[in-house]
Structure formats: C-alpha cells, structure tokens
C-alpha cells in the first residue's frame, strides 16, 4: 500500500519558491491500477518522482508497504525502489546496441541476480508481453509499440509490486496505445498496483479510480462519485 500524507515540494531559487504539492494526499490499496491526470505542470511528475522514490519532499510523510520513507537514507530508500518499484516512461529507453533480451536484462545484472535466475526472469518477463520468440531482436527492429512493451517487460523482470508509468502510451498511435492499455490491465489483474500518469482520457477512463491533480493538490473522482457528487466542478473539488 501507499499512502502520502500532507506532502509538500517546494523547489527554491534565491528569488522564487515553487510549490510543486501542497498538502498532498493520496492512498493507493494493493492491486489497484489508478490514472493519473491533469494539466502540464500541475505537479504529477513531481509525485510520480517521489512516488517512486527518485527524489525527496520538503515536508509530509509517505509510506509505502507500512515503511515511512521519510526515515531512510538515500542508499535505504535506492534498495526498496529497485525491489518494490518499476517504472515504465514515455521514451523507451532502450539501448540500441541490445538485442531484447539484453535490455531486459541490464537491471537485473545492476541487482546481483546470478546468471540463470536473470535468464529465467527475461525470458518469462518477455513471453508476458508477447515477445518471447523475439528475444534476439534489436530495437531498431520493432514497432513503437513492441519497444514499450520490452520497456514494460524491463520493468516486470524485478518483479516489483509498484508499476509506475509516466505517458507510457504518449509516443504511439491509438492502436498500438490501446494494446499497451490491455497488457497493463492484464499485468494488474495478475496482482500488480499499477499508477498510470496520462493525458488521454479514455485510457484514464479505464483505469478502476481516476485522480487529478491541480495546482499541486489532488482531486479524486472516484472518491467524488460515491459521495453522488459529480456535478462539482473541479475548482470546487480542490477547494473541498
């Protein structure tokens, strides 16, 4: 579980302070797959980023899996993302110079996993997303869409029980978008909690709960929804 209590960012200039959240809250359950919106600069990469504990907050407390991430020193904080968190981003990020199998394989080898259990973890982390009989193709020989879901399969090779993904689906077309959407309703189904930022609202749609971020602070719809009260506009949700 994940759960973020009252957090806030500001980032400081010698002129200027930027309150990236403010008394930001938010509880993700176990096996939940939540999208994530709102307008550029609202602050959701800021949240996926600490979220996935890339970088730190000003003030606030966060727990994840009942650990207070607070608490912990950067090497601490390092060893439960690589265990727990995978992240899946926009760009692939995968190295031209590798075949599939190899890019699957890079944090795994960043990890310590002796030689079988990486081969093992690559070869059904492929197979997952439909590219089992690709394993030794370079990159530059797939679809956009085939790239993210090795990108996908990179990520669910550590086996992490957070799945972070920030526009996974923002460089391709709606086709190949949607089939990326099932694969990520498939891996949720299977146990993972999956946190989705996206600005396409008919993927955020399909997601079980819908949040929006705004000025820093977060809106959830779904919340919302149950209390009868979708005729509130989104000033008014923040406000309350």
């Known amino acids: 579980m994940l759960t973020m209590k009252n957090i806030n960012k500001v980032f400081k200039t010698d002129l200027v302070e930027t309150h990236a959240l403010r008394d930001f809250n938010l509880s993700v359950q176990e096996g939940e797959f939540v999208a994530v919106t709102g307008p550029s600069g609202s602050g959701k990469t800021t949240f996926l980023n600490i979220a996935g504990l890339l970088e730190g907050f000003t003030h606030g407390?966060?727990?994840?899996?009942?650990?207070?991430?607070?608490?912990?020193?950067?090497?601490?904080?390092?060893?439960?993302?690589?265990?727990?968190?995978?992240?899946?981003?926009?760009?692939?990020?995968?190295?031209?110079?590798?075949?599939?199998?190899?890019?699957?394989?890079?944090?795994?080898?960043?990890?310590?996993?002796?030689?079988?259990?990486?081969?093992?973890?690559?070869?059904?982390?492929?197979?997952?997303?439909?590219?089992?009989?690709?394993?030794?193709?370079?990159?530059?020989?797939?679809?956009g869409g085939q790239q993210q879901r090795v990108a996908i399969a990179r990520a669910l090779a550590g086996e992490p029980r957070f799945l972070l993904a920030d526009e996974p689906t923002g460089n391709l077309d709606s086709l190949m978008a949607r089939q990326v959407m099932e694969l990520l309703e498939e891996i949720n189904k299977a146990g993972t909690t999956i946190i989705m930022v996206t600005h396409d609202p008919e993927l955020a749609r399909r997601a079980q709960r819908n949040i929006q971020i705004v000025d820093g602070q977060v809106c959830d719809f779904s919340r919302y929804q149950t209390e009868q009260a979708p005729q509130l506009d989104v000033a008014e949700q923040v406000a309350s």
């Open 61 to 143: 407390e966060y727990f994840l899996d009942d650990v207070n991430i607070s608490n912990l020193n950067d090497n601490k904080a390092a060893a439960i993302r690589n265990e727990k968190i995978g992240f899946i981003f926009q760009g692939f990020n995968l190295i031209p110079d590798l075949n599939l199998a190899e890019n699957v394989e890079v944090p795994l080898r960043y990890r310590g996993f002796g030689a079988k259990e990486r081969q093992k973890r690559v070869k059904q982390a492929l197979e997952q997303v439909g590219l089992g009989a690709r394993m030794k193709h370079l990159p530059s020989q797939l679809s």
